[in-house]
Every structure is written in structure tokens, then in C-alpha cells.
């Protein structure tokens, strides 16, 4: 399994619309069918530079899927962010390969 991660730095101006908006985007990107799950963080940092930072987790079904978003969604997705924040949003993307997962079960 591969994680999309999109980490995106908010300038204090927008960020009540943008967490508005991005709760809004995270069903309509899961919404294509390529990933099963998405988890929406806080980064818990001071920046530097200001600003609030958050991570979206996408969970995609595989490789492939992954593959078929750049090559099906992603630039619309990514488009419709830059129009409406412009240069108060500062992102970028990584992606993560589940290796191994645990869980603690209490009896």
C-alpha cells in the first residue's frame, strides 16, 4: 500500500477558508476511486517561516491506482488549490510505502 501524503503550510489570512475548503476537497479526491481512506493532520511544529501546517493522508489501493490519479486527477486537483489560495499556500508531496503495520489489542 502507498500513502499520498500532501502537506500544505496555510498562511494565517485564509486559514478558516482553507479548512473549510479542504474538508470539502478530501471526499471529492476519494471520490475517484483511488484510495480508500484519508486522514487529515495538524503538524504540530512552530514554522519559521509562520503559518499553520496540516497532512493529508491518502490511502491508495495500490501502486496502480496511485498512478492513475496523476495521470487521471491530479493536476485538476491541484490547479483548483493554487487558483483559490495562490501564494498563501505553500505544499508539497511525498509518498510513503506501508511496509508493516501494528495494532495493541488489551484483553
Not at 483511488?34 to 495500490?62: C, H, I, N, P, W
Amino acid at each position: 500500500m502507498i500513502i499520498y501524503n500532501v502537506t500544505a503550510n496555510i498562511h494565517e489570512s485564509i486559514h478558516d477558508e482553507w479548512l473549510k475548503w479542504i474538508k470539502e476537497h478530501i471526499p471529492q479526491v476519494l471520490g475517484t476511486g483511488k484510495f480508500d481512506k484519508a486522514t487529515l493532520t495538524k503538524v504540530l511544529v512552530e514554522e519559521d517561516m509562520g503559518g499553520v501546517t496540516y497532512s493529508v493522508q491518502y490511502r491508495s489501493y495500490s501502486r496502480e491506482a496511485l498512478d492513475a490519479y496523476y495521470r487521471e486527477d491530479a493536476e485538476k486537483f491541484r490547479a483548483e488549490g493554487l487558483k483559490k489560495f495562490a501564494d498563501k499556500m505553500l505544499a508539497f508531496r511525498t509518498e510513503l510505502e506501508v511496509i508493516d503495520e501494528y495494532t495493541v489489542n488489551f484483553k
